[in-house]
């Protein structure tokens, strides 16, 4: 090497991968030439199908080049090791290459089910003899902290969030002190907070020299890579040569998620009528009664859902937020009954599913049920038309000769009509969540459950994955999506929040939006609610206020006395809107009487000190209640004064 490229790590040299799976050859990756350097942080983005895991799974030798050359290098005590050809090394060879020099973070994960997981971060050392007990697991729990879950150790995969286990396997991929790390779409999974405390550990990884090519759809992060490739059609090139400039161009932006506080609702009052929807029955579509789970290892319990109380209806679009870790897909394998309850009941249109026998169950839910996974779970034999017809084979529906017609229609609605004869290896993973996604719509089932459906999808394959199921609400079916995208929360008929186990509520939610969800639990289990009827008093003007009051439905009259002694009626606040907060915020008694209004109500009542307490704790929430009290007494002045 000269002394130009003496920091070269890695050259991929007219690099191509050709897949002849169908009926003509498609060119994966074409002529890609890349050099990194050490103490890089290489971000490659590009959408769904554009070849960035085929890129890592070549780098890696998962997958054999067709022509071309991979070259890896490394400079250490001041010397210069020759180059180590990685697409001519047999497979023991690159086994050991790997564990030595590469540290790889997969899309899925890939733990070990059955170890904790402290040994399922020790194991590379292991199988490459430099198992030493003490050490090894020392620095596996080192790992852990860094990657912040060392609280969970000793806990097995299947009891921690699919955003810890990402953790868990970027901490695995450390373990060897690797000089290269190679991520494929690392933060795909994870909530916006964890993905960047992922994202930080990464820049921190670089400051001491690591180097890190990670590829992922979110051009979010394209400002933070200390150089940026994009990849389109198996060609990769810079952003000018790709003709894109500033970070999302050629990306619809993603409309910002913004809360606002509930202002005084203009008269009348009655509570909007939104357009009906299809219903499948009268009966809801799903119904949990106390259901509880708890988790037993050699670590302890681990509570993971608290007595659960939900009913969903047929025709409704639905989502499950709440941070990693706080029972998103726990809840959601209690109700495909893929996983049991500890105690209570699940009743999943209008069958409780857990008197049925495994194998009644299973049967059921292929013909009630379409499931997508995090992971899509593809046969990888099988092309994806024979893998969306499926559900129609096992649950014997539809005539034999019906089914490819029927698979192929499926595919069409997801865009893969050109990629049916594929094997899931030869597309994207972004094309397999689609082809997931017509699998599970296979047996027309009336209800959808879909975890992080579009956390590996780029924006524009996301947007069409929620359209379809907007759409498919709107023909009558049910559909439950876990995600940790508030953004989607937009486009969705109705938001479960989850926060350690527990169901945040509704209206806590949306009238204090600017809490944590940590503090939104703790509004929801301080708040005492309460029925009110039309006219019924609620406060007197005069009197001391001791509670933070919210609307949950119905609505409220607000009626105080001016100086003449003439009742005047304020406003009438409906549903999300609050009151008290006035007199809690500036001081003095209950400027007017507060009544059920003509439909009565049903409030949530949450006590001063917890009300104090979190405003001490969320200063965005302080400002806002502020703001709106000193608008709200402004306005009360000036009616009274008349």
Known sequence: MTGHDKNLILQLQNVVKTYTTGDAPFVALN???????????????????????????????????????????????????????????????????????????????????????????????????????????????????????????????????????????????LVNDPHLIIADEPTGNLDSLTAETIFQIFEKLVGQGKTILMVTHDESFVPRFSRHLQIVDGVVKSPAESGIHGVAAGYPAAAPWQAQFAAESAEPCDEPVSAPRLQHQQTPAVVLRNVHKVYENAAGKFVALKSINLQLDYGQFIAIVGKSGCGKSTLLNMITGIDHPTAGDVIVANQHIYQMSESKRALWRGRNMGVVFQFFQLLPTLTLLENTMLPMDYCKLYPFYERPDRAMDLLAMVGLEDQAHKLPTAVSSGQQQSAAIARALATDPSIILADEPTGNLDSRAADNVLTLFGNLAQRGKTILIVTHDLAITQRTDQTIILSDGEIIDRTIARTLPFLSHPQMLAATQRAAKRAIAPGEAILQQGEKVEHFFMIMSGNVDIVAKNEQAKEIRLACLGTGHFFGEIELTLGGNSLARVQGGSHGAEIACLPKETFYELLGDSPLTRSAVHETAATRLAEHRRKTDQ
């Not at 199908?49 to 070259?71: D, P, R």
Request: neutral net charge.
């Open 31 to 173: 002529n890609v030439n890349i050099d990194v350097q050490q103490g890089e942080f290489l971000g490659i983005t590009g959408k769904s199908g554009a070849g960035k895991t085929t890129l890592l799974n070549m780098i890696s030798g998962v997958s054999e080049l067709t022509s071309g050359k991979i070259l890896y290098h490394w400079v250490g005590n001041g010397s210069i090791s020759p180059a180590t050809p990685i697409h001519a090394l047999n497979e023991d060879q690159l086994a050991v290459w790997r564990g030595k020099n590469l540290g790889i973070i997969y899309q899925s994960f890939e733990l070990m089910p059955t170890l904790s997981l402290l040994e399922n971060v020790m194991l590379p050392p292991d199988f490459l003899g430099a198992y030493r007990p003490r050490i090894s697991e020392k620095r596996a729990l080192e790992l852990l902290d860094l990657v912040e879950i060392a609280e969970h150790a000793h806990k097995i995969p299947a009891h921690i969030s699919g955003g810890q286990k990402q953790r868990v396997a970027i901490a695995r991929a």
